[in-house]
């Protein structure tokens, strides 16, 4: 069974510039989460998805934004690029949403903003 | 509001040595999971073990073995005879039983093992 992928897999992008990185679940898998990663704030929760709709959102500003497609893949968008975005951006997936199941992460797209 | 904290940024040792991760928690709730997980240099977080609040029974999967204490809200993570590909960031998670599938992270512990 294939795993979580993320698209794309590096980013460089300017400020005031805007993204949008795209996950695929793991077939059967319906709940899809993000996650932040840089070396200062390490691994940050940054909004969930479950049906198409979004159940949970991290302390994040309303730059960053996501939805889920009808098979369940996900995008997440961040416009008006700062500095501080360059990160890891990680996409994991889960059967359905529950604290107890393990969440299965994707290799991320890293995103550099010069 | 939940926290996890790892002590332990970096640990650094010679291969064959027994080596354990610390990991303490907190948490208001009284039905919650905690998780473990590795990243690679390739970055991928893989998922080793999950223990729920109620499961304070040791665990041993080959040289991994993980001790959960609720009475110190530790879940501690014991690499045995470590070997070189045992060098990776590891990571200490808790999410909470109902219907959020958000893992708070502690900042991560690197290892690395010298052959």
């Known amino acids: 069974k294939a795993g979580v992928t993320q698209t794309p897999r590096y980013l460089i992008k300017t400020r005031g510039q805007q993204v949008t990185l795209s996950c695929s679940p793991i077939s059967g898998h319906r709940s899809v989460s993000w996650y932040q990663q840089t070396p200062g704030q390490g691994l940050q929760f940054l909004f969930e998805y479950f049906s198409e709709t979004q159940r949970n959102k991290g302390n994040f500003p309303g730059r960053f934004s996501g939805r889920q497609f009808s098979n369940s893949r996900s995008e997440m968008n961040v416009s008006t690029l700062e500095l501080g975005d360059s990160a890891l951006y990680l996409c994991a997936s889960s059967l359905v949403p529950s604290g107890k199941n393990e969440q299965f992460f994707g290799p991320g797209t890293r995103l550099t903003v010069l | 509001a939940q926290k996890v904290t790892q002590a332990q940024t970096e640990i650094s040792v010679v291969e064959k040595e027994d080596v354990t991760l610390d990991c303490v928690y907190e948490t208001r709730d009284t039905t919650y999971y905690l998780f473990w997980y590795k990243q690679p240099p390739s970055g991928e977080l893989v998922f080793l073990i999950r223990?729920?609040?109620?499961?304070?029974q040791n665990e041993i999967s080959g040289r991994y073995s993980w001790n959960f204490q609720k009475s110190t809200s530790s879940f501690n993570f014991t690499i045995t005879a470590s070997q070189v590909v045992d060098s990776a960031v590891y990571f200490c998670a808790l999410s909470e039983a109902q219907g959020a599938q958000k893992l708070v992270f502690g900042q991560g512990t690197r290892l690395t093992i010298n052959p």
């Open positions: 223990r729920n609040s109620f499961d304070e």
